[in-house]
């Protein structure tokens, strides 16, 4: 995982705005999300009046920071949410978004006291301190008024709601980094297939220049000879040769694939139907003129493989090289 990816990046921070308050509507309690550093990227949701007061006052402020930040730690070390006691004994809870063992950030949640009549201990990540000394009367009373406010919910339901918090705050970072993967494999191979076809279109080009300049060499007579006249007059001259479209290009210095397109555009015949007819018809010459073995013949005209050239015969002229010889010699003979 890239260490420059935040959630600021990658996800759609108001999106995930109305998710949250509609969450925190439905269940009641208070919810923020903050990055990895602990700084806040979305806005509280449904957040009490009593914490907001709290927050105002300096030194109660700096100990509620301090809170959420080990908490988020907690969280993250248990790789879970973590459940805990505020410093003034509010139950919050930390659903850290982690994806691939790297830490991104935490949804904060909570604000809320248990149910008198459950007896659960939660680890009060400060020390609890209700009182609200050296505070003016009337804030303190206002403090207090708002503390009773607090909504009170049951230890099950605040499980419930941080495993849920956990799960679809990952849920939603996971989908999103997934679909920023596929857009740029998708960037990449648009990039890639626009290079493609900016290769293919400078290959065309290439060879309409090689077509157009190149192909044509000039001998000291003067004679013009294109690529596709010197591999005749080589397949002329080197009938007895085992002649492959690799050595042929090589011959007119061009790749394989242009030779080829060249020469079926130049004589209307696919270089190897070219090359066997050339062969054929040399082997008919010897076959009637010599009587060496057919075998022998088509070792000398490059045929590794006499069945081969058995097969090639008799495609072009509808009989075996035999028949062919035994025909040629009972006409001569009447």
């Known amino acids: 995982m890239n260490n420059t990816l935040s959630l600021e990046k990658i996800i759609n921070i108001e999106s995930f705005q109305k998710i949250q308050d509609d969450i925190a509507q439905a269940t009641g309690i208070a919810i923020i999300m903050v990055n990895y550093e602990g700084k806040a990227i979305t806005n509280h949701s449904n957040c009490t009046k009593f914490c907001s ?21 907690e969280s993250v070390r248990m790789k879970n949410s973590y459940i805990y ?11 850290p978004i982690i994806v691939k063992d790297q830490y991104l950030g935490a949804v904060m949640a909570g604000q809320v006291l248990l149910e008198d009549n ?23 009373k206002e403090l207090e008024k708002e503390y009773k406010n607090l909504p009170v919910v049951s230890i099950t339901k605040i499980k419930a709601i941080a495993q849920m918090m956990f799960h679809i705050s990952n849920y939603i970072v996971e989908e999103a980094i997934l679909k920023m993967s596929l857009n740029e494999a998708s ?21 309409e220049n090689i077509d157009e300049n190149v192909n044509l060499k000039i001998n000291e007579e003067n ?14 001259n080197n009938i007895n ?7 042929i290009s090589l011959v007119c210095n061009l790749s394989q694939c242009y030779f080829s397109k060249l020469f079926k555009k130049e004589t209307g015949l696919n270089f190897i139907n070219y090359l066997n007819s050339k062969k054929i018809s040399k082997a008919k010459e010897l076959l009637v003129s010599t009587d060496e073995p057919i075998n022998n013949i088509a070792i000398n005209l490059g045929f590794e493989d006499c069945g081969y050239f058995i097969r090639v015969f008799k495609k072009s002229e509808n009989i075996t ?14």
């Open 321 to 334: 090289p035999k028949k062919y010889r035994d025909l040629h010699i009972k006409n001569s003979s009447i």
């Open 85 to 95: 006691i505020c410093h003034k004994g509010l139950v919050d809870f930390a659903a």
């Open 187 to 207: 960037h990449k191979l648009k990039e890639e297939n626009k290079k493609n076809q900016l290769e293919e279109v400078n290959i065309e080009i290439e060879e």
């Open 223 to 236: 004679e013009i000879k294109s690529p596709i006249i010197q591999a005749i007059e080589y397949i002329d």
């Open 53 to 73: 007061m709290i927050r105002k006052i300096d030194r109660y402020s700096a100990i509620c920071e301090k809170c959420d930040s080990r908490g988020g730690l």
């Open 241 to 247: 040769e085992n002649i492959t479209l690799d050595k």
């Open 118 to 140: 459950e007896n659960i201990e939660l680890e009060e990540i400060v020390r609890v301190n209700k009182d609200f000394d050296n505070l003016g009367e009337d804030l303190k």
